[in-house]
C-alpha cells in the first residue's frame, strides 16, 4: 500500500492508536549523488537529486500496527 507523504497542510495519525508522532517508514527512491571522495579515500554526498520516491509503508512505533496509518489534516492548517 502506498501512503501519501504529509504536506505543511497533512500528518499521519494512526488510526488504531492515536499515534501522531513516532513512525517507521519504508521507502524507495532513485537518486543521483554527486560524491566527493578525499585523497584518503572517504566520500562525501555533495550533492543529492532524488528522482522518484515511494513510500512502501508506514509502522506505528506505539502500536506496532502495518499500514493503519492515513492522512489528517494539521491543526490550524485552514488559517
Same mark, same amino acid.
Not at 500500500?1 to 504529509?6: D, E, R, S, T
Given at each position: ?6 504536506t505543511e497542510g497533512? !500528518?499521519w495519525r494512526c ?6 508522532? !513516532?513512525?517507521? =517508514?519504508?521507502?524507495?527512491? !532513485?537518486? =543521483? ?40 489534516? !494539521?491543526p490550524g492548517a485552514?488559517?
Open positions: 500500500m502506498a501512503l501519501p507523504q504529509p497533512t !500528518r488510526t488504531l492508536c492515536g499515534n501522531l508522532t !513516532r513512525f517507521d =517508514v519504508t521507502r524507495s527512491s !532513485r537518486v =543521483v549523488e554527486y560524491l566527493h571522495l578525499d585523497l584518503a579515500g572517504e566520500s562525501r554526498v555533495e550533492e543529492r537529486d532524488v528522482l522518484s520516491e515511494r513510500i512502501e509503508s508506514v509502522r506505528c512505533r506505539w502500536c506496532d500496527a502495518v499500514d493503519q496509518v492515513e492522512l489528517v489534516d !494539521r485552514d488559517s
